[in-house]
């Protein structure tokens, strides 16, 4: 475990750079319940910076998991009333979000996968109208992760138990910019700067579309809607004029797909924990924007309840660009978590867009956005294609080839 004042800059770093906390304003942190500790030092941080009251939930992955054994489908699927008003209650007041997760890879592999996708796609259902708060960047919100020993044990499963979560702690706050003797809040202002630049020649450029290929066997072309908006980095909450950082760690450029302009097969490079199940060796034929076929190694049922979601979770939401030599992936590690696994690779995201992606997006209803070429479904689930010998090709509005990535990394 790192020292106590290493673990109070990075909490000092998810209040002031990740949520941003206004004064006087409320934070909702919600976590699990083994990390209780380094949220009390995120709640000191908080009130430190002017927060004027903390909500703190948490949740424990290993109850979830007994409930999906052993509980009543009906009763599960049924979102407390208590909860939804909780919700509403924060965004009416203006809240920000802390998201603190800690990964469980592998931890429902022995589940009904059918049961578990049923109750997640019921309370997805329910939790709909409070989606935008955080997709349309209403207020501040921020995912940030804590390690835990089941998932330290498999990043690194050669070493011990501490040493593994040494170890993965130590991967962790490497790709938060975070050591003993160095601003981690300045070192994300400069990281901001440089994701703006990549945004900035990509929406210069205006692409109609890309096309994806490497060794792996990906062939895909992506269609993107007029008047795309490519962004990266830090974002400004709209009812609160506040900039934060949605995700930390981020590395990525991304944008929206146009809906049924997906056309291709697409390979994914790394497995994906799906709720608690692995994901591995798997792959996605598209056409007219939508999952005609797949296969997976592993995983294949969970797969398979995700894409059968709703009406468009079988359609893309995100196209997001990272460099294959991003620091992340010089790490060379398996994170077996999208929210690290996404930033070492270039990834595509099936279900919901993000209407700021799209010029004028968060003013449209779904019909409009939908109109416009974004997607909208009750799910958002990156999984990463990005590859070494990636190449990605961009085409203007007249038909002009531009050299997007080549060999997995920028060549604009």
Same mark, same amino acid.
């Given at each position: ?74 009763? /599960?699927? $049924? =979102? ?9 209650? !924060?965004? *009416?007041?203006?809240?920000?979000? #802390? ?73 962790? /706050?490497? $790709? =938060? ?9 300045? !070192?994300? *202002?400069?990281?901001?700067?440089? #994701? ?217």
């Amino acid at each position: 475990m790192p020292n106590e004042a290493v673990l109070r800059k990075y909490a000092r770093l998810l209040i002031q750079t990740g949520v941003n906390i206004r004064k006087g304003q409320l934070l909702v942190i919600q976590a699990d319940v083994q990390n209780a500790s380094f949220t009390e030092l995120c709640v000191e941080e908080a009130y430190k910076a002017g927060a004027g009251e903390v909500w703190t939930f948490f949740n424990d992955e290993y109850i979830h998991r007994q409930s999906i054994l052993h509980g009543d489908e009906k009763a /599960l699927s $049924t =979102m407390p009333k208590w909860r939804l008003k909780q919700e509403e209650e !924060a965004q *009416e007041r203006k809240c920000a979000e #802390l998201h603190l997760i800690s990964s469980m890879p592998g931890l429902l592999d022995d589940v009904d996968h059918s049961k578990a996708g049923r109750i997640q796609q019921a309370r997805s259902r329910a939790m709909k109208p409070y989606y935008a708060y955080t997709s349309a960047c209403l207020g501040q919100w921020c995912v940030a992760a804590v390690p835990n020993a089941l998932w330290a044990r498999k990043v690194f499963p050669q070493l011990a138990e501490k040493e593994a979560l040494s170890a993965l702690w130590d991967a962790v /706050l490497r $790709t =938060m910019y975070i050591s003993e003797d160095n601003d981690p809040v300045q !070192a994300w *202002e400069e990281h901001d700067r440089a #994701l703006k630049e990549h945004c900035d020649v990509l929406n210069q450029m205006q692409f109609q579309s890309l096309h994806y290929a490497n060794s792996l066997g990906t062939d895909l072309v992506v269609q993107l809607p007029m008047h795309h908006i490519w962004s990266g980095g830090s974002e400004t909450a709209r009812l609160t004029k506040a900039v934060f950082q949605a995700n930390m760690p981020t590395e990525e450029v991304f944008t929206t797909p146009l809906r049924t302009g997906v056309n291709g097969t697409v390979v994914a490079s790394r497995p994906l924990d799906l709720n608690g199940t692995l994901v591995e060796d798997f792959r996605f034929t598209f056409r007219d924007g939508e999952v005609i076929d797949f296969h997976a190694e592993k995983g294949s049922e969970a797969l398979e309840h995700l894409l059968n979601t709703d009406e468009n979770s079988r359609r893309l939401g995100e196209a997001a660009l990272v460099p294959y030599d991003s620091p992340i992936s010089r790490m060379n590690l398996l994170f077996y978590d999208t929210l690290f696994d996404e930033n070492a690779s270039c990834h595509l995201a099936l279900g919901d867009s993000y209407p700021t992606q799209i010029e004028g997006g968060v003013e449209m209803s779904e019909e409009e956005l939908l109109a416009h070429g974004g997607n909208v479904s009750s799910v958002h689930v990156d999984f990463m294609i990005g590859t070494q010998d990636l190449n990605i090709t961009g085409y203007d509005q007249e038909g002009k080839e531009v050299p997007v990535f080549r060999n997995g990394s920028f060549a604009v």
